[in-house]
């Protein structure tokens, strides 16, 4: 997670009552160690106060109570040191700096890391819809008692303002002898999770969408153009999903 840089109004400093006596806390730029090197010289930060003595912390303070402001007295923790790190409820954490400026150097240079990688992630992401926008609109899949079968796409859209996926579908159509194309059915929608083929609702949607052509056309025989159809359009849906992989 990129940390945000300090700006007027940031809270760097408190004094607290504990045991009837008022205690400074003070900023403090820490790493966690357990997320210490996610890669080669890559840091995980977070923000938290230390006693000006340095034998206290708490991670932030609450508004409101009595004053305004405030911290619940089993929030804050004692400090053992091991070196630069202490322990805080199991997570060891590593105090890389209390300087102000510092602290905001670090934060921009993750910022200015996290714009970059961000605007590769966009130009990648614009690359891959460009790609699929490329790939054939249709294909035919086969021909079955004079309907046609064609596995169809969608264009592709990537706005990086509303999602973060590239927006897209990939179908089957049908068209009948007569030239009438179909998109209705869908294949999703006769599988199971588990990749069992729902037949009887296949054959049930199948002939009240289909009509005439589809009664020629008994279970066993919808079983068997389930079979195919799903068949054939997963293996050529294949070659439209890897190219936004």
């Given at each position: 997670m990129t940390i945000e840089s300090l700006k007027n109004g940031s809270g760097v400093k408190a004094t607290i009552l504990i045991d009837d006596k008022p205690v400074t806390f003070c900023l403090g730029l820490?790493?966690?160690?357990?997320?210490?090197?996610?890669?080669?010289?890559e840091l995980e930060y977070e923000y938290g106060f230390l006693s000006e003595d340095q034998e206290?912390?708490?991670d932030n303070f609450y508004s409101g109570g009595t004053t305004g402001f405030g911290?619940?007295?089993?929030?804050?923790?004692?400090?053992?040191?091991?070196?630069?790190?202490?322990?805080?409820?199991?997570?060891l954490l590593v105090?890389?700096?209390?300087?102000?400026?510092?602290?905001?150097?670090?934060a921009r240079q993750q910022q200015l890391k996290a714009q970059d990688e961000r605007a590769e992630w966009i130009k990648s992401q614009q690359e891959k819809?460009?790609?699929?926008?490329?790939?054939?609109?249709?294909?035919?899949?086969?021909e079955e008692k004079g309907i046609k079968f064609y596995l169809v796409r969608s264009e592709a859209?990537?706005?990086?303002?509303?999602?973060?996926?590239i927006r897209h579908y990939v179908s089957v159509e049908f068209v009948l002898p007569d030239g009438t194309r179909k998109d209705n059915l869908r294949l999703y929608d006769f599988t199971t999770k588990d990749g069992k083929l729902q037949?009887?609702?296949?054959?049930?949607?199948?002939?009240?969408?289909?009509?005439?052509i589809a009664f020629q056309y008994n279970e066993k025989m919808a079983k068997e153009l389930l079979q195919t159809l799903t068949h054939m359009f997963n293996s050529k849906k294949k070659d439209y999903e890897a190219v936004l992989k």
């Open positions: 820490f790493a966690k160690e357990k997320l210490f090197q996610k890669e080669e010289g206290l912390y708490t911290r619940n007295q089993s929030d804050i923790h004692p400090v053992i040191w091991e070196g630069t790190k202490f322990n805080i409820n199991g997570r105090l890389v700096s209390t300087d102000l400026e510092e602290i905001n150097r670090i819809t460009r790609k699929f926008n490329e790939l054939p609109k249709e294909v035919f899949l086969f859209e990537f706005n990086p303002h509303r999602s973060s996926t037949v009887r609702k296949f054959f049930g949607e199948f002939k009240w969408l289909y009509g005439d």
